[in-house]
């Protein structure tokens, strides 16, 4: 699609990421070709939601380099704001704008960071909602909704802004199971139509449907890493087998 | 896990030097900036026409030594009035504002009557209310309450000031989401223990910075007790100056009030910090 094929879209070097003593990534390298999908998996605490904060500087990494399409991004002469312009993220908790409805949390960013004339930001935004079957919802506030909705809407405010990369932090850990399916399948149409995605994720399921690549963390460092049908079926390290048969149900 | 073993890139170093590049140049602007704009205010000040004769009735220093010790014996009573009155405004304002959230059929005179409360002492001036209690309420001869004009004017200003507390307090409550009140009821403590417990800590916490805002003023309307005759730090300067002709005991007066209400500014701030730490680690 792209003309260059040359660098990845997104490139991880021996990253390195601290609170205080605490280490929470050490030495993770990745790398996230277009269209990939990328799981994150492992036991919460691992460092997948940190790695996510990372990836678009939301935490500052004590060593290590992040590339965005070429680009260093963890330069200090790089300006957050323009490399979070074209990445997407949702969050486990929404983090939907109470005091917005939910047009006005979707077109936000697209007016006053990327500068869309509302009439675009609004018409696109209301495309995206019914897209995701919230086309009733619109002029809502978030507190209205359920927890399903809100996710959904919180995935329709990252895409708005037609991000290069979107990120997504357990986005559904905090939805009952039927709710689950609703945003697993936005995001499985989203994998499908080439969006590229790194996903901290506990749907092993859904994981080996949509990844194209899975990745375990421990202990704050990337363990194992591979194609889905050869991680989750047959791991190297034992600790990843132990990790996949406390998560995943017993084989029929 | 290497916590030990491990050392910084080339890379990092050299980052963390950029950092502290920008770092260096972040603070020589700021000071630099800083200095120049109190350099163009103080120039500004000295250039206008009259300033000899400002700094002669206002800025004289003979005139601020002789009127200081007068002045500090007066503070005192400022000083004095503000620690008693700040804790019962606290107390009556959060009375007030609870009061007003009561949902109970038995608190519904008590709801009447704080609303009443805040409504009408808000709209009186609050030098009014100093000069009426302090005048009125000893000539109703009230059986065993002291007709001393400072003990009514402290009682004007915790009036007046825990009105606007109570709001203040108010605004706080509302600002929790109702979910907290949710959850509380859900581990079954009941309405009351629910405010006590989850509500009015966290709303206390949240309207720090503007019960700061009503102390500090609370700390400078005590000069108003002055106009009730109480010999504070603005009747002994204003004595002063009578009597001399020279201002310079007004603008010493204010300097007092400015230092005691910065520290209190500080310590509000290290307070909402150190709960802010606690309370939002690692939060989004």
């Given amino acids: ?252 | 896990m290497s916590g030990q073993t491990w050392t910084p890139s080339e890379r990092e170093l050299e980052r963390r030097g950029v950092r502290r590049r920008q770092r260096t140049r972040r603070i020589l602007l700021a000071s630099g900036l800083t200095v120049l704009v109190f350099v163009v205010l103080v120039l500004g000040v000295r250039g206008t026409p009259g300033w000899p004769r400002v700094r002669e009735t206002f800025f004289d220093s003979f005139h601020a030594r002789e009127s200081f010790d007068a002045i500090l014996h007066g503070f005192w009573i400022n000083v004095k009035l503000f620690l008693i009155c700040q804790p019962l405004i606290l107390v009556a304002g959060l009375a007030i504002a609870l009061a007003r959230k009561a949902r109970s059929p038995w608190l519904v005179p008590v709801r009447a009557l704080a609303v009443l409360y805040t409504d009408v002492v808000r709209g009186v001036p609050t030098i009014l209310l100093i000069v009426l209690f302090a005048f009125g309420m000893p000539a109703l001869d009230l059986q065993g309450l002291p007709i001393d004009p400072l003990f009514w004017c402290g009682v004007a200003l915790v009036v007046s000031y825990s009105a606007y507390v109570a709001e203040v307090f108010r605004a706080g409550i509302d600002s929790i989401h109702p979910s907290q009140v949710q959850s509380a009821a859900a581990l079954g403590l009941s309405r009351g223990q629910a405010m006590r417990f989850v509500v009015v800590p966290q709303a206390v916490r949240r309207v720090v910075p503007p019960l700061l805002n009503d102390f500090v003023s609370l700390q400078k309307d005590t000069a108003l007790v002055s106009a009730a005759g109480a010999l504070d730090a603005l009747f002994a300067a204003r004595n002063y100056a009578n009597f001399n002709f020279n201002y310079t005991p007004i603008v010493v007066v204010a300097a007092f009030f400015v230092v005691i209400t910065i520290p209190l500014a500080r310590w509000c701030d290290w307070l909402q910090r150190r709960w802010m730490e606690r309370e939002r680690a690692g939060a989004l």
């Fill in chain 1, 1 to 252: 699609m792209t003309t260059t094929r040359s660098s990845p879209l997104l490139e991880v070097t021996d990253l390195r990421k601290t609170y205080g003593e605490r280490v929470v990534l050490d030495d993770v390298s990745l790398t996230v070709q277009r269209h990939d999908v990328v799981c994150l998996i492992g036991s919460s605490g691992s460092g997948k939601s940190t790695l996510l904060r990372c990836l678009n500087l939301l935490e500052q990494v004590d060593d290590g380099v992040i590339r965005l399409d070429g680009e260093e991004i963890t330069d200090p002469g790089v300006d957050p704001g323009e490399v979070r312009k074209r990445i997407g993220m949702a969050f486990q908790a929404y983090n939907l704008f109470p005091h917005l409805s939910v047009l006005a949390n979707c077109t936000l960013a697209p007016v006053r960071v990327h500068g869309t004339p509302r009439g675009e930001a609004e018409q696109r935004a209301r495309e995206l909602l019914a897209q995701f079957g919230l086309e009733e919802h619109v002029d809502k506030h978030p507190d209205r909704l359920s927890g399903g909705q809100q996710q959904r809407v919180a995935l329709v405010r990252a895409l708005c802004t037609q991000p290069e990369l979107l990120l997504l932090d357990e986005i559904t850990a905090a939805l009952d199971p039927e709710l689950v399916g609703d945003v697993l399948t936005i995001v499985r149409d989203l994998a499908e139509r080439g969006t590229t995605m790194v996903l901290a994720t506990h749907e092993m399921g859904f994981a080996r449907e949509v990844a194209s690549t899975v990745c375990f963390l421990d202990g704050g460092r990337i363990l194992e890493q591979g194609p889905p049908a050869q991680l989750l079926v047959e791991p190297r390290e034992e600790r990843t087998r132990q990790f996949l048969r406390r998560v995943l149900p017993p084989q029929g």
